[in-house]
């Protein structure tokens, strides 16, 4: 997977970036899409929302800087990772999903490896993920990443209960 790699949003990607939010919508997914809708209605303000975010710049209530990258495989956009600069109860420090037309290759560990190097880089040493308990896939890609589960918590935003677990990272 050499040819994989985070990029910051911009707008050279807007096509592959709109077609990543679109494959949410083929699948039916209204939690993914709608984070993804505003940038199919004018990319450019989402860019701007998206830099923002990243500053600390106009930031709703409970919200937290957050530094967001496009996961790329040969030009196309095939995931998103959230690293956001504190960690957030039941989100933790970083968020991340691939779309429905890119799972079951590999890219989630990639994502979260690439992901655990810009928390580092944040001066992030122990980084907080959570997912959801059933989700099998993603508690394999964070104890792949040398994830130690801590505790289960419930979401009630959400209704659900999720699995919350720790990264230690050293700097190499």
């Known amino acids: 997977m050499k040819d994989l790699f985070l990029v910051e949003p911009c707008k050279k990607y807007q096509n592959s970036f709109k077609k990543y939010a ?4 083929k699948i ?18 989402y860019l701007k929302d998206i830099y923002n975010c990243s500053m600390g710049i106009n930031l709703l209530h409970g919200e937290v800087m957050t ?3 496009w996961l790329l495989f040969k030009e196309e956009i095939v995931g998103v990772v959230r690293v956001r600069h504190q960690s957030i109860d039941t989100a933790g420090h970083i968020g991340y999903d691939i779309s429905p037309n890119h799972r079951n290759k590999g890219y989630g560990n990639q994502i979260l490896k ?6 580092l880089k ?10 959801n308990i059933d989700n099998i896939a993603s508690k394999k890609i964070i104890e792949k990443n040398n994830g130690k589960f801590i505790s289960t918590l419930y979401d009630k935003e ?3 209960y999720l699995s919350k677990y720790i990264i230690k990272q050293i700097n190499t």
């Open 158 to 160: 959400d209704h659900e």
């Open 22 to 25: 679109s494959a949410y919508r």
């Open 28 to 45: 039916n997914d209204t939690h993914y899409f709608n984070k993804y809708k505003k940038a199919l209605e004018n990319f450019d303000n």
């Open 67 to 69: 530094s967001i990258f």
């Open 114 to 119: 690439l992901a655990l190097k810009k928390a």
């Open 122 to 131: 944040l001066g992030i040493k122990e980084v907080i993920l959570t997912c």
